[in-house]
């Protein structure tokens, strides 16, 4: 006798029997994870339960469409690469003329993502309180652009903040000292969603209090759009006259408020503005995971690797094929926001995260990507950008990049320094041992000139002395017992350092 067929398998048909049965499991899922749900909410703060209950509700919905949706949405055939018309180049755009800088300013808001913690560069708390340049944080140099903006043009241009549960509280301590600051600063919160045991689909949470913090997490990014519109500040912003947010990851140094954007957003003469636009920037092989933009059932959609079916992944990586990547900076209409929530258009796919906890449980949390929604909004478009407009700080190869003499500061924005050759940064591969923040800094005595560099990859136990300058393609690898140090004053220009290297003071 065959094997029933698997529900999780695509490319066989089921019979009548096995949809039945699957439906059968499905609502069963359904309601037993609203029953759970349910006793949590009453473990909540009593003054809280509505909105708790109005966060579940959307958890809800994300948990049935998971039941729901096996395999790739994705249908490979289908994808079209993005055509001209939707994706404009930067040089086409038109600076504003100085008399309407100040008009197109009063109707923008600021968004910074600030959900993240400092965990994967070994710090504690909100990575926006990491220092990255002059003892200033991600944080510090936001609030000096936002800041210079204001005083320049006599605008009121606020700062929103995005927390989530992990950052809001140490987030709120850090604002007091901007009391003086020329800048209205907001913070909301993401919800806070209960994470599932794999095995049997429920929560492992048993109640609401912040004891448990592991069984919760926040539901990435894509959370914003209802997040925003449930703390109400999105209907103040649109009653304050303000037309668009310009939303970016905080640890994006490049990305500062453009006002030939804004103007091509807001120009009387541009027909129809798009109610989204997401900015992209030329794809190098450092960036072969990153999303990219393409048409798919005559929309524009954003395309992860996540959601690319195996055999297809190579294709998907090809810079020669897919030209461009999302820099998760976006620009997006706070009118269309406020139609696709209260209309309740707004689709993005679910990215399953699996994940095992330190005490061993399996759970898998759901999410949503900010830049996924392109596809529910009218006319939206891309904008190839210079690359100086993505500069993420994820690693302390990245930091590295952005504290060296590669760049300068100025009024809290990075501006690449003019003696550079080239406007492309080296690629930096920091290994394992430099991977803190603790650990990288202590490694470098000073950070070493890297005007002239291409390519760095350091691996192994190495010491950096100070005022060492690197040029061209330096690879320095200390082996397991061994250790490097780069002495003072060291010029290396296409190298290669290996074994076991140590200039010793007596």
């Known amino acids: 006798m065959a094997a029933p067929t698997s529900a999780f398998v695509r490319g066989h048909r089921r019979a009548g029997s096995d949809v039945q049965f699957i439906e059968r499991t499905r609502l069963d899922a359904q309601k037993a994870m609203n029953k759970e749900l349910q006793k949590l909410i009453q473990t909540g703060p009593p003054g809280l339960h509505e909105r708790?209950?109005?966060?579940?509700?959307?958890?809800?919905?994300?948990?049935?469409?998971?039941?729901?949706?096996?395999?790739?949405?994705?249908?490979?055939?289908?994808?079209?690469?993005?055509?001209?018309?939707l994706v404009k180049t930067y040089n086409e755009l038109?600076?504003?003329?100085?008399?309407?800088?100040?008009?197109?300013?009063?109707?923008?808001?600021?968004?910074?993502?600030?959900?993240?913690?400092?965990?994967?560069?070994?710090?504690?708390?909100?990575?926006?309180?990491?220092?990255?340049?002059?003892?200033?944080?991600?944080?510090?140099?936001?609030?000096?652009?936002?800041?210079?903006?204001?005083?320049?043009?006599?605008?009121?241009?606020?700062?929103?903040?995005?927390?989530?549960?992990?950052?809001?509280?140490?987030?709120?301590?850090?604002?007091?000292?901007?009391?003086?600051?020329?800048?209205?600063?907001?913070?909301?919160?993401?919800?806070?969603?209960?994470?599932?045991?794999?095995?049997?689909?429920?929560?492992?949470a048993t109640s609401f209090n912040t004891e448990n913090i592991e069984s919760w997490y926040p539901p990435g990014h894509g959370d914003v759009y209802q997040s925003i519109a449930n703390s109400k500040l999105l209907d103040q912003f649109i009653n304050d006259g303000k037309k668009y947010l310009f939303m970016s990851n905080i640890?994006?140094?490049?990305?500062?408020?453009?006002?030939?954007?804004?103007?091509?957003?807001?120009?009387?003469?541009?027909?129809q503005a798009p109610e989204f636009v997401m900015e992209v920037t030329n794809k190098t092989r450092a960036d072969v995971k990153g999303g990219t933009l393409v048409e798919y059932d005559g929309k524009l959609r954003l395309l992860e690797i996540a959601q690319v079916p195996k055999d297809h992944v190579d294709e998907f990586k090809s810079v020669s094929k897919f030209k461009i990547f999302n820099t998760n900076n976006l620009w997006i209409s706070l009118d269309a926001i406020k139609r696709?929530?209260?209309?309740?258009?707004?689709?993005?796919?679910?990215?399953?995260?699996?994940?095992?906890?330190?005490n061993g449980v399996n759970v898998v949390q759901l999410e949503t990507a900010v830049g996924a929604a392109i596809k529910s909004f009218e006319g939206a478009i891309g904008i190839n950008v210079p690359r100086r407009r993505f500069l993420p700080v994820k690693t302390t190869?990245?930091?590295?990049?952005?504290?060296?003499?590669?760049?300068?500061?100025?009024?809290?924005?990075?501006?690449?320094n003019p003696l550079r050759s080239f406007p492309s940064v080296p690629l930096v591969k920091l290994g394992s041992h430099f991977s803190k923040v603790k650990d990288y800094l202590h490694r470098f005595a000073s950070i070493?000139?890297?005007?002239?560099?291409?390519?760095?990859?350091?691996?192994?136990?190495?010491?950096?002395?100070?005022?060492?300058?690197?040029?061209?393609?330096?690879?320095?690898?200390?082996?397991?017992?061994?250790?490097?140090d780069i002495p003072s004053g060291a010029v290396l220009e296409n190298k290669i350092v290996s074994g076991n290297l140590r200039i010793l003071d007596h």
């Open 52 to 85: 708790i209950r109005a966060e579940f509700d959307e958890f809800e919905k994300l948990f049935g469409r998971y039941l729901q949706e096996s395999g790739h949405a994705i249908m490979w055939d289908k994808i079209r690469l993005v055509s001209d018309d």
């Open 94 to 204: 038109k600076a504003p003329d100085n008399k309407s800088i100040k008009t197109l300013l009063n109707q923008l808001v600021v968004v910074k993502l600030n959900g993240g913690l400092g965990t994967s560069m070994g710090c504690k708390g909100p990575k926006s309180i990491i220092s990255v340049r002059n003892d200033l944080t991600f944080l510090d140099l936001t609030v000096q652009q936002i800041e210079h903006l204001n005083k320049t043009y006599g605008t009121d241009v606020p700062l929103v903040l995005m927390n989530s549960f992990n950052t809001d509280a140490d987030t709120e301590k850090i604002l007091q000292r901007y009391s003086q600051v020329k800048v209205k600063i907001f913070t909301f919160n993401q919800s806070r969603y209960p994470r599932i045991s794999r095995e049997s689909l429920l929560p492992i």
């Open 251 to 271: 640890d994006n140094l490049g990305a500062t408020v453009d006002l030939n954007i804004l103007n091509f957003l807001l120009d009387p003469n541009t027909k």
């Open 340 to 358: 696709v929530v209260e209309d309740n258009t707004l689709h993005m796919e679910i990215i399953v995260n699996p994940k095992t906890l330190d």
């Open 397 to 416: 190869s990245d930091l590295l990049i952005v504290m060296s003499n590669l760049y300068s500061l100025k009024t809290g924005a990075l501006e690449m």
């Open 448 to 484: 070493p000139d890297m005007l002239e560099l291409d390519h760095l990859t350091v691996s192994g136990d190495v010491t950096f002395g100070r005022n060492v300058t690197l040029k061209g393609t330096v690879i320095i690898i200390a082996n397991h017992g061994d250790r490097i």
